[in-house]
């Protein structure tokens, strides 16, 4: 396993589908390579600073598709290094270099409190939109409309006394719980749970659940659930010996199952520059902070293993200085390599 350490090695979750639907899940769940190819696109979402929003980066992109629109959250830093929301939409990806930006701080729910590292989904069991983030401790907030700026509500904190230093914090539910998954910059990945019908509330049960060095876990993580499998996918940015961030990918059966590395390397990586090619044009070295594209909208953040795209940021790699100021811009990576 290269060194890597699992703390918690839970077994995995019990199916109780019948022998043909199990055969239909291990056959979806071998649609995952254990190597990955990817096309990148350009800069397709960038600043766009306005008097009241001196904007410098857009960061940490989380997108889902809802009424015909693609719907697109972000951390923004401003030359002050403050750091905020925005959120852009549009029917076509052809579209997103000129879709305007919305600064949530405009929102007075929001306002110009520090926020970051947005998650945004659907919570079907009770008919509400979730914005996830990061006001210090792990936040949400809530709306009908996720294509309304103004409309979504004051933060409230999922957890009081959330393990010390963490961040990046990531929500999955499965039939009957939800997971909060959290990196504290220093190798490890912690896990806390509640049930579904107590969601948001009653999040408990903290676990360090996978650990490595520092730069191997570092922050920037995610967990989808494989379409048609109880297989789950986890990617984790890490930094390679390069200094320039890439993501490594995980697998277990059920969200407590045992994580297994998939393509976790740095000579193969889940996404890095070394297994992605720019048709365009080289315009980073750095596959950051991102998110796959999901094949619904919902708590379950199921994912089509045949169809992989991957919104992440990207910067010039002659950028430098201090790290509110570099000049993150948005990508989107297409896989190549698809066994399907």
């Known amino acids: ?69 693609w719907h697109v959250f972000m951390t923004t830093a401003n030359t002050s290094g403050a750091w905020s929301l925005a959120h852009t939409s549009f029917t076509d990806w052809s579209q997103a270099s000129s879709a305007p930006l919305t600064y949530l701080d405009t929102n007075p729910n929001i306002g110009t409190r520090y926020a970051a590292a947005p998650q945004v989904f659907y919570f079907a069991p009770k008919g509400v939109w979730y914005l996830v983030y990061q006001t210090g401790p792990p936040s949400y907030s809530t709306s009908t409309d996720p294509g309304n700026p103004q409309s979504w509500s004051a933060p409230r904190t999922f957890q009081n006394a959330a393990p010390s230093g963490t961040l990046d914090y990531w929500v999955i539910c499965d039939s009957t719980k939800c997971y909060l998954f959290s990196a504290d910059d220093n190798g490890h990945v912690y896990r806390s749970e509640t049930t579904v019908g107590e969601f948001p509330g009653g999040f408990r049960n903290t676990q360090l659940v996978l650990q490595d060095s520092a730069f191997a876990l570092f922050e920037g993580g995610a967990v989808y659930r494989v379409q048609g499998t109880d297989t789950y996918l986890l990617l984790w940015e890490a930094i390679g010996s390069d200094g320039r961030r890439y993501y490594r990918s995980f697998t277990a059966q059920g969200l407590t199952g045992q994580w297994q590395p998939l393509a976790a390397t740095e000579a193969n990586p889940f996404a890095r520059s070394n297994n992605v090619t720019f048709p365009a044009g080289a315009w980073t070295a750095d596959i950051s902070h991102g998110e796959l594209i999901r094949s619904g909208n919902d708590q379950t953040m199921t994912i089509d293993p045949c169809r992989l795209r991957f919104l992440y940021q990207g910067m010039n790699p002659s950028a430098g200085g201090d790290y509110s100021q570099l000049p993150w811009r948005l990508g989107l990576l297409t896989q190549t390599n698809s066994s399907c």
């Open 1 to 69: 396993m290269s060194g890597l350490a699992l703390a918690l090695a839970l077994p995995a979750q019990a199916s109780s589908a019948p022998p043909g639907p199990e055969r239909a899940a291990a056959t979806a769940a071998a649609q995952l390579p254990s190597s990955f190819r990817w096309s990148s696109s350009g800069p397709l979402i960038a600043p766009k600073p306005d008097a009241s929003h001196p904007v410098v980066s857009v960061k940490d992109p989380t997108v889902v598709q809802a009424n015909g629109k």
